[in-house]
């Protein structure tokens, strides 16, 4: 009988090669896949190197080859899909949520979308029943809000389909704690909701709004101990208005006197329109001055005293009386609202003093020098000027000089003396006032509580870059807004 004799060399070898080929890593096939792509070796060659197969080299330089066609593959980005979205009735809830929130949509705006963009029929009715639920979460979590962090606080009010939105907002965190639209503005109206911020713990240490007389009223009796400072940044631009038409009229006058030079042949005529003219120009000039002065000196947070900023106003004012012989239309109405908000416009300079008197006490340092200070870093830093106060100062004060210098910065970082921060409210809710007339059934509660837990994604103050309102108030992290309301995010799968 025949023996059958079986080569086993063969099988042997092919899978020595097969484990071979595991054990090389990822960064060890990539330079195999190089090389078989360069052709400096043979095939053959790289398999015995590598103590692999033939077909594994091509399998590799096969995959190196796709992932070069695909780089440089055109009009196929576009196509590929990125990822997918579990797309079910509580993310459509979420969307909507944040089309009407993030995107300011109104709700014919999202049915459309959701029709056109994701072929999803949905009702006016779903809509308005999905941010009705969501008014009365955001409603239900404000209730526990805590307001007695707040220590500076601006009040205002905006129209809306002629009734007042009553607005504050605290001046540090830009936390709105108040925003309710009500049939009337007076006193008895702004001292309710007074109250009813008191019991969540508001109580400030000043507050600052314009003239509004049932505003201000409100609040002597509901905080009578909390004072009401002035707001600057109205004064000013009422008085920059002014100063825009008074310069407006110069100009006009100047190119009427070149065109009257040529037409009147009297020298009586012509001296009359010079002195017009010269009279116009000299108006606009004085009040620019005076303007500058206000801005500059008197509502600056600088170094000058409270007696010195109060000699300067009466004076500023003084001059104006003067001015109104020539303008009285444009300048009276100013010089009159100047006279009258005096007291209030000049609220802050006690405290300033006071906080500089506290600073200088704190670092056993004359109050003379900590008002310069304040004075030198109003200044530019690109004038002669600033850089020789810099070294008296410095010299005066010495190794505390850097000390000073850091405090007085600090103080001028939280130091308010203007509403601007709730004009910038008002001007934000105008974008979303004008989707609707009605803006009643708790919309603005839902609004309010977007503004408070929604993180800025940018901001002039670094501080304040990537924190909500409500956690630069509290100081502690809260989750993403959505998720306060209920809705749980779409996160995309890491690709392995």
């Known amino acids: 009988m025949t023996a059958l004799n079986i080569n086993t060399t063969s099988s042997l070898s092919s899978s020595n090669k097969t484990c071979s080929a595991k054990q090389l890593n990822q960064q060890q096939r990539q330079c195999l896949a190089e090389q078989a792509l360069s052709g400096d070796k043979p ?27 695909q780089a440089f593959a055109e009009n196929n980005s576009d196509d590929e899909v990125l990822f997918y979205i579990p797309v079910t009735k509580a993310w459509i809830r979420q969307l909507v949520i944040a089309l009407v929130m993030i995107c300011h949509a109104p709700f014919r705006g999202v049915l459309v979308f959701l029709r056109d963009v994701l072929d999803y029929k949905i009702g006016l009715g779903t809509i308005h029943n999905i941010v009705r639920d969501s008014i009365k979460t955001a409603q239900e979590y404000q209730q526990s809000e805590d307001l007695s962090p707040i220590k500076a606080a601006s009040h205002d009010e905006i129209f809306q389909g002629g009734k007042p939105v009553l607005a504050g907002v605290d001046l540090d965190s830009t936390y709105c704690y108040l925003l309710e639209k009500e049939p009337h503005r007076d006193a008895t109206t702004w001292g309710v909701h007074f109250l009813d911020c008191q019991e969540k713990g508001f109580a400030p240490d000043y507050t600052i709004a314009d003239g509004g007389t049932g505003l201000r009223a409100g609040q002597r009796e509901a905080l009578p101990d909390t004072p009401c400072h002035g707001d ?7 008085m920059g208005k002014v100063s825009l038409t008074l310069e407006n009229k110069a100009y006009r006058a100047i190119k009427g006197l070149e065109q009257d030079k040529r037409t009147i042949v009297s020298k009586e005529q012509l001296f009359e329109a010079y002195q017009k003219e010269q009279q116009r120009v000299n108006t606009a000039t004085q009040f620019e001055l005076l303007l500058s002065w206000m801005k500059n000196d008197v509502f600056a947070l600088n170094g000058l005293d409270h007696v010195t900023r109060d000699e300067l106003y009466d004076f500023i004012v003084d001059e104006l009386r003067h001015l109104e012989a020539y303008q009285v239309k444009d300048i009276r109405k100013i010089r009159i609202a100047l006279q009258r908000q005096k007291e209030q416009l000049l609220g802050f300079a006690p405290r300033l003093d006071s906080d500089l008197k506290q600073i200088a006490l704190e670092h056993q340092q004359p109050t003379e020098y900590v008002q310069r200070v304040a004075t030198l ?26 000390v000073v210098m850091t405090a ?42 977007y503004f408070n837990h929604r993180r800025y994604e940018r901001s002039l103050r670094p501080e304040r870059t990537g924190y909500s309102p409500a956690e630069l108030m509290t100081g502690e992290k809260h989750p993403h807004w959505l998720e306060i309301l209920g809705f749980k995010r779409f996160e995309k799968q890491l690709a392995h």
């Open 43 to 69: 095939i053959s060659h790289l398999a015995e190197e590598a103590n692999t197969s033939r077909k594994f080299i091509y399998t590799q330089k096969k995959k190196a080859q796709d992932g070069i066609n």
């Open 232 to 238: 600057v940044f109205h004064i000013l631009m009422e």
């Open 408 to 449: 007085v910065e600090h103080w001028r970082y939280h130091f308010h003396r203007a509403s601007s921060l709730v004009e910038n409210l008002n001007s934000r809710l105008r974008q979303y006032f004008f989707l609707r007339r009605q803006i009643g059934h708790g919309y603005l509660d839902l609004l309010r509580f």
């Open 377 to 402: 870093q109003r200044q530019s830093t690109q004038t002669s000027r600033y850089w020789q106060e810099y070294t008296t100062l410095q010299s005066c004060l010495g190794d505390a000089f850097r």
